[in-house]
């Protein structure tokens, strides 16, 4: 991720002494257990894209936060058309995440002081660099139609596979 040449960019950009925090937020709705009937979660967790790779993957060297639990309930008014329903999932979703992200909003633009692993004081700007989710979450994210690429809003069928002997995409959902 540091090798971005928006990262150098932003980075020109801010105070001397100042250097940004790349923020990965990452969510992923889960069932609980199999034996807790339909209960889920919706946990939203927070990382730095300054942490290696090796690092942030593994749980065990604790490179990964939870910030916060969005919503799972249903909509259940009967009386809401299916793109109604989606509509309110779709506000929600984009109203609770703006109310967990709020505080990044202040630190992004007027900087923090935390202390490195050295010991010594850092001026940072943390600013959302990626949003890590799977399909469903990314149809939710960028309000397209399931079935749809959320980056274009065009339907599968339309996505054309170039490389058939690696199952590599000329577009598609991940490109």
């Known amino acids: 991720m540091w090798t971005g040449k928006w990262w150098h960019a ?4 801010l105070p001397e002494g100042s250097v940004v925090a790349p923020v ?19 946990p939203v967790y927070l990382t730095l894209g300054n942490i290696p790779r ?9 490179a990964c936060i939870l910030i916060g639990y969005l919503s799972v309930d249903k909509i259940s008014n009967s009386k809401l058309s299916k793109k109604e329903k989606m509509s309110r999932i779709q506000c929600l979703f984009h109203d609770s995440m703006r109310t967990i992200l709020e505080p990044l909003k202040e630190a992004g633009q007027t900087g923090m002081d935390v202390v490195g692993g050295d010991g010594k004081v850092q001026r ?11 399909y469903p979450e990314q149809c939710l994210v960028t309000c397209a139609k399931y079935g749809t690429c959320p980056k ?5 069928s339309e996505l054309v596979p170039i490389h058939l002997e690696n199952r590599a995409l000329k577009h598609g959902p991940w490109g």
Do not use: M, N
């Open 10 to 13: 932003l980075q020109e950009q």
């Open 24 to 42: 990965i937020i990452v969510t992923d709705k889960t069932q609980l257990t199999q034996f807790s009937g339909s209960k889920s979660a919706y």
């Open 54 to 62: 090796a690092i942030r993957h593994k749980s065990s060297q604790q």
């Open 124 to 134: 940072i700007h943390p600013v959302l660099a990626c949003y890590v989710a799977d």
């Open 152 to 156: 274009c809003q065009r339907p599968a």
